[in-house]
C-alpha cells in the first residue's frame, strides 16, 4: 500500500506541474486587454464603415445622428442604440493568427474585411478595427484591432452590424401632420 501510494503522489505531482505548463501555454493565446474599445457612447461622434468599395458614414450633432450625404433619411434610434451596445462591449477572447499573410482568411485583409473606424468630436480617431466574419463561430467576429499584426475573435458577432445600406441605417420619416390650428383664409 505504501509504494501504490508514493506512484500515486508522484503521478499527481506530475498532472499538478503539466497543467500549470499548459496553463502557462494557454495564456499566451489569449489578449492582455480584452476590451476593443475603451471608451463611451457619448465619446464618438461620428461612424466610419467601409467594406471593398462601398462606405457609410454618420454624424453625432450632438442631439441627434444623421447619415452624410443623405437628407431623405431619419436615422433608426434602436439600430444606433444596438450598434453602440454590441460594438463598444465587444471584447478579444482568443489570438487566431500572428500572420498578416493570413488576414484573408480570417476576413480581416483590406479587401475581405470591413473597416470601422469611430471618431470624437474634432474628427479625431477614437478607434479602428477590420471586422470579419468568422468561419469557425457564426456566434463571433475576427477582428483586427488599427495597426496591429495579429487577428483575434469576439465574444460577440459584431460583424452584421458593418452595414454600408444608408436604408440599413435610416428610413423616410412619417409626413408631418398638419396643424389643427391653422385657420384656412379665404
Known amino acids: ?18 497543467f500549470g505548463v499548459n496553463t502557462i501555454q494557454q495564456n499566451k493565446f489569449t489578449s ?16 466610419n464603415i467601409a467594406q471593398g468599395k462601398d462606405s457609410i ?4 450633432n450632438g442631439e441627434s445622428w444623421a447619415i452624410d450625404g443623405n437628407d431623405t433619411l431619419q436615422v433608426k434610434v434602436n439600430t ?8 463598444l462591449n465587444v471584447k478579444r477572447t482568443s489570438l487566431i493568427s500572428k500572420n498578416a499573410e493570413k488576414w484573408d482568411k480570417f476576413n480581416v485583409g483590406d479587401s475581405t474585411g470591413s473597416l470601422l473606424v469611430l471618431k470624437d468630436h474634432n474628427s479625431e480617431s477614437l478607434g479602428r478595427i477590420t471586422v470579419g466574419r468568422s468561419g ?14 495579429e487577428v483575434y475573435q469576439t465574444n460577440d458577432n459584431i460583424a452584421w452590424q458593418l452595414n454600408t445600406s444608408p436604408t440599413y441605417w435610416g428610413e423616410v420619416p412619417p409626413p408631418l401632420k398638419p396643424d389643427s390650428t391653422a385657420v384656412d383664409s379665404l
Open 1 to 18: 500500500m505504501g509504494k501504490n501510494m508514493k506512484w500515486l503522489l508522484i503521478a499527481l505531482g506530475v498532472l499538478v506541474v503539466l
Open 32 to 47: 492582455k486587454s480584452d476590451d476593443v474599445f475603451n471608451l463611451d457612447r457619448s465619446d464618438v461622434f461620428q461612424i
Open 57 to 60: 458614414s454618420l454624424s453625432f
Open 80 to 87: 444606433m442604440d444596438q450598434f453602440f451596445e454590441s460594438v
Open 136 to 149: 469557425a463561430e457564426w456566434s463571433a467576429s475576427n477582428i483586427r484591432v488599427g495597426d496591429e499584426v
